[in-house]
């Protein structure tokens, strides 16, 4: 980490500037706890940054001759911000990713589809990665081929999203291929979304598939392969030799202790291109340092959710994946939902829209009743609605990631 901060501070003009203007040097860091004497940096940062001064902006620490690769964000949050990486970095990432892969139980005897975006998106070289572990790739993209691919080249092992993953299990059921038995999958892998964090999604895809599912966890600020599940599936293992993880206090940047739920924030200790220090990443989660089951000694995180998407109702700090998590244990129910979050009398309130099953018995009523009570009961707050819709009425099906979280508090609500 000595050396990693001393490089950020030597040759990006961005950190230069920022620890000398805290009176901070890297000479200062004796302990990994002196990292906290650092400033903070988060996405606007990388925004205000890039392209000043050259293409690939003030931290950036090394010249364009040197970059080989860069992936973009997906720019759901403003402006996109590219992430630059050396020859050095993105052979280290595919490294970790092997790791990853190795780590669920990927051999060089299994078929793998890599069933993601190639365009941009940091989850497109990870296929590199299951390549150079020694299994067939199968380089899917996110065509609109994957039930030929999947029952033509009968692969073992897919990596898509988990509404995708979700999404493509119905869809085989009901076109007539159960993937159970005419598929041949044995590994899932999620990512992009925190379906594969939630209990009851996994749950829900295991049980279409007959298959495991793992969620990883990548960062287009940093690379594909942050942290990813092992077969305990209890948290994610992060990748501690690349990555210092601290957890803060979303409002006061206070430290916190591990086990304690707050913003993780990332330092990159081995990325040359643009290290990050103290980057605030907007995920929620808390660290785990206990023993896992597995025997691996790599912490772990648990991730809630997106600072962005945490909503508060009632003094209660809500998570669209509190709410997912009931939507997916409910029965008679599809488990595609949309949230809306809005105000009335000056107070936050948030709406349920879910699909009932076309073959539920139940009315209408009795079904959002059944879904207020289990969101009250789960979450603190009920709903101020819960609306019905049949089978396929909600528009929530997308190939990549899904919206399902619409906030109106712009609007003007209350009467
Ligand atoms: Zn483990």
Known sequence: MQEIVKFAYENAPYYKRSFDEAGVKPEDIKTLKDI??????????????????????????????????????????????????????????????????????????????????????????????????????????????????????????????????WQLGEKALKSGIDPKKDLNIKKIIVAGELGGSIDATRKAIEDIWGAEVYDFYGLSDIFGACAAMCEAKDGLHIAENHILVETIDIHTGEILEPGQVGELVFTTLRKHARPLIRFRTGDIGRIDNTKCSCGRTHGRIHILGRKDDMFIVSAVNVFPSDIEAVIREQDGITGEYLIRIFERDFTNKYAVEIEKNADNPKSDDEVAAEVTAALKARIGVKPARVVVHPDGGLDTRSEHKSRRVIDERTLDYSI
């Not at 892969?101 to 975006?117: C, E, K, S, T």
């Not at 365009?119 to 899917?140: E, M, R």
């Open 36 to 165: 906290q004497k650092f400033p903070f940096i988060n996405k606007k940062t990388q925004r205000d940054t890039q392209g000043v001064g050259s293409f690939l902006g003030e931290l950036a620490a090394v010249p364009e001759e040197d970059v080989v690769f860069i992936s973009t964000s997906s720019g759901s949050t403003g402006v996109p911000t590219m992430s630059p990486f050396t020859k050095k970095d993105f052979d280290e990432f595919q490294d970790t990713e092997s790791r990853w892969f190795w780590q669920i139980g990927m051999r060089p005897n299994d078929r793998y589809v890599h069933a993601l975006n190639f365009s941009l998106y940091v989850g497109g070289p990870d296929v590199i990665g299951a390549q150079n572990l020694g299994a067939l790739c199968i380089w899917g993209g996110t065509l609109p081929s994957e039930r030929f691919v999947l029952k033509t080249y009968q692969p073992t092992v897919i990596w898509t999203s988990p509404s995708y993953a």
